[in-house]
């Protein structure tokens, strides 16, 4: 049971590039997001997935898009990476009630660098 | 400006002293979680506060919701270095369960 993972670990991409940040979750959970964490910032939520074949914008969701493969799978894309976009990116998943008390957990994170 | 406001952003501090942490908006939440995240790792929970006056403990570790629900504090009693960390409170907004509005962090170093 290894919980939320997400490829890669590391990444650096010039400015223009595109890439895509993989993000899975073996919980069966239903509801998945995607956050990005920056100095002073705490963590944004960029998108989320209620259930697969769903997603809706969070609080910063420009230059991002979003697909949710499947339950397990919930993918991140840059289209064309800024420098603005240097962060570190969450993924989470949560349990399949919708109680306020449910708990979010979290993979590893992706630290991004846009040169 | 950020929907939580947390102080202090950043607390050092010797091993053994009491601290407190705050988290603080104006608006009202239908409950309150404390994440606790350590150097390139992701955020793990450490409670969550439903009801307004709600006083939680782990530990050493006393977590309360104000009574108005736009509130919660952390307080540590006698601090040790394990302890050591980024500190996160998040809110859920009534009718919002399934989204989380998290604090900018309050970063905690114990000295030994």
């Known amino acids: 049971n290894a919980g939320v993972t997400q490829t890669p670990k590391f990444q650096v991409l010039k400015t223009g590039q595109s890439m895509t940040l993989q993000c899975a979750q073996d919980?069966?959970?239903?509801?998945m997001y995607w956050y990005r964490q920056d100095p002073g910032m705490g963590l944004r939520l960029i998108y989320y997935?209620?259930?697969?074949?769903?997603?809706d914008k969070g609080e910063v969701p420009n230059g991002y898009n979003v697909s949710r493969l499947n339950k397990r799978e919930f993918s991140l894309r840059l289209e064309s990476a800024a420098p603005s976009q240097t962060s570190v990116y969450f993924c989470?998943?949560?349990?399949?009630?919708?109680?306020?008390?449910?708990?979010?957990?979290f993979g590893p994170g992706t630290r991004l660098t846009v040169l | 400006t950020q929907l939580l406001e947390q102080s202090p952003q950043f607390l050092s501090i010797q091993e053994g002293e009491n601290l407190t942490v705050y988290c603080n908006s104006s608006?009202?939440?239908?409950?309150l979680q404390w994440y606790r995240q350590e150097p390139g790792e992701g955020p793990v929970l450490l409670v969550t506060?439903?009801?307004?006056?709600e006083v939680k403990k782990l530990k050493r570790l006393t977590f309360q919701f104000g009574d108005a629900r736009k509130d919660s504090s952390l307080h540590i009693t006698a601090a040790q270095p394990g302890d050591t960390g980024l500190y996160l409170c998040?809110?859920?907004?009534?009718?919002?369960?399934?989204?989380?509005?998290f604090g900018s962090g309050t970063q905690l170093t114990v000295l030994p």
């Open positions: 989470a998943s949560r349990l399949p009630q919708d109680r306020v008390s449910d708990t979010q957990y």
């Open positions: 919980m069966n959970h239903n509801s």
């Open positions: 997935s209620a259930s697969e074949g769903t997603t």
């Open positions: 608006s009202v939440f239908s409950s």
């Open positions: 506060v439903v009801t307004g006056g």
């Open positions: 998040a809110g859920a907004l009534p009718g919002s369960a399934r989204q989380l509005t």
